[in-house]
């Protein structure tokens, strides 16, 4: 049996997270999702087959793997690998329907390649992808002669893509059947402060979109989520990609994407958040594999958050490792059995998290712990996650006990004297049940409702968090 074929592990619909007295130990990651999704489009967009390995298995990426088949492309998997038939920029299937769940790294790329492929295509999603905004990424393609329209409200999915308008032929004469390219500009804007998935859908897509003197995709606005750009960038140039920065716009080259052999994917910088976290509020040291220096993911930052509230990091090649010694910290009173009887074992930090938004969700829980009141800012891209993460992380924090304020674009959390026992509602998204099971750390029972939705990027996260717990004893 491929992993493919293996049913992801079911969870009941409450779980209780027992009270955590100390984290201790080592972990590898599973796969990057942002990388997984990258690589398959890409391996799928490039000439030649491409071998992946550290493949995520989980929802976001079987989602992907499944509208690539439905395109024509074949992929082949094997445990936490891939080889992926790459169809040299033009995918076989001219007319699908693609079904794609609430993954924003699947809906905003795809979009963007099959605007010029020449075909019929209808995407959609979950009830919630219909609610995540994606206008500014179609109003950018259909600017360039595109012919996309909403299927349902204005600026949100469903998306129907019909064959553009004006095109011309594609990179060189030789290539019969190659995608279109559209007639007209050669510059393209998008903003870049709602998502920086639009800039990277948009950036992946360039090479097959570009005419002879290239295509300048110029980003209006602050591009929130910078590393997850940086992430695109590289990535395209891996597999032959040639993109020029200068400033806020990018020059994409008319080239073909070419497969590199083999391309491995990092373990998940945003997952190993929750692990480092638990480091920092419950002794550690806990270690994850599958990142380290030189990653080419920007949520590696959250270790400088860490140190600012008062935990030890350790980087290597492929590893980093959290730890606080929670006996010697001020204000902290060991008890009997060795646990930490004051919980303020951190301190508060006001951050500016435009560039880590998804782990920013973990140093929200991590204020629980933290001397002083922690405040986010640049957290505006939490309004149009799988829910509205503001105000979701706002309700379930308080319910643990914290003080909490809000505004469109950050939060601040005081912590209480006394953590509660709380039940806590996931609204189907995978980092609030991740992030918020933390909270089991500070001597209470953590119900979480819904556990079953980490199968987005973590399906087996509850039995990796139970392995490096020990539990507190009364």
Not at 160 to 181: C, K, M, N
Not at 204 to 231: C, D, F, K, N, T
Not at 347 to 354: F, G, L, M, P, S
Request: aromatic share 6%.
């Amino acid at each position: 049996m491929t992993k493919e074929t293996k049913p992801l592990r079911t969870w009941p619909q409450v779980l209780t997270v027992e009270p955590i007295a100390r984290a201790q130990g080592e972990i590898r990651l599973p796969g990057s999702k942002s990388m997984s999704n990258r690589a398959l489009l890409l391996a799928a967009l490039a000439e030649g087959s491409t071998q992946l390995s550290g493949l995520l298995d989980a929802d976001d990426t079987r989602v992907m793997i499944t509208a690539l088949r439905a395109l024509g492309v074949a992929i082949a998997i094997d445990g936490d690998r891939a080889r992926v038939s790459g169809c040299a920029g033009v995918f076989p299937v001219r007319q699908a329907e693609l079904h794609l769940g609430n993954a924003g790294t699947a809906m905003r790329p795809l979009a963007a390649v099959l605007a010029f492929s020449g075909g019929h295509y209808r995407l959609d999603g979950v009830a919630r992808m219909r609610e995540r905004p994606i206008g500014d990424l179609v109003e950018a393609l259909n600017a360039m002669g595109a012919r996309i329209r909403y299927l349902g409200a204005h600026g949100f999915p469903p998306l129907l893509i019909e064959p553009a308008g004006a095109t011309v032929a594609a990179i060189s004469d030789s290539s019969a059947g190659a995608a279109a390219r559209p007639a007209t500009d050669r510059s393209i804007r998008v903003r870049g402060d709602v998502s920086s998935q639009f800039v990277s859908g948009l950036l992946m897509a360039a090479p097959l979109l570009a005419p002879v003197e290239g295509l300048r995709i110029a980003v209006e606005g602050e591009l929130i989520s910078q590393p997850y750009v940086a992430m695109t960038l590289a990535m395209m140039r891996d597999f032959g990609g040639r993109v020029h920065q200068s400033g806020g716009a990018y020059r994409v080259e008319a080239v073909r994407y070419r497969s590199p052999g083999h391309y491995a994917i990092e373990g998940d910088a945003s997952s190993a958040s929750y692990f480092l976290a638990l480091g920092a509020v419950a002794g550690g040291p806990v270690r994850v594999r599958g990142v380290g220096r030189g990653s080419l993911q920007g949520d590696l930052a959250f270790t400088q958050v860490l140190e600012a509230m008062g935990a030890s990091i350790e980087v290597g090649s492929d590893w980093v490792q959290a730890s606080t010694d929670v006996a010697t910290k001020p204000g902290v009173t060991p008890a009997p059995d060795g646990s930490a009887a004051n919980l303020l074992r951190l301190r508060a930090v006001d951050t500016d998290a435009t560039a880590i938004p998804d782990a920013a969700m973990t140093t929200a829980v991590l204020a629980l712990f933290a001397q002083g009141t922690t405040r986010l800012r640049g957290i505006g891209s939490w309004r149009v996650k799988e829910t509205d993460r503001i105000a979701a992380m706002a309700s379930e924090l308080g319910k643990l006990g914290a003080s909490v304020q809000t505004g469109p674009d950050w939060i601040s959390i005081a912590p209480p004297p006394v953590l509660r026992e709380a039940w806590i509602d996931t609204y189907d998204d995978h980092r609030m049940a991740m992030s918020l099971a933390i909270a089991a750390a500070g001597g209470v029972r953590v119900h979480i409702r819904d556990p079953g939705c980490v199968a987005k990027t973590f399906p087996d996260y509850f039995d990796q968090l139970e392995r490096l717990c020990a539990p507190w004893r009364t």
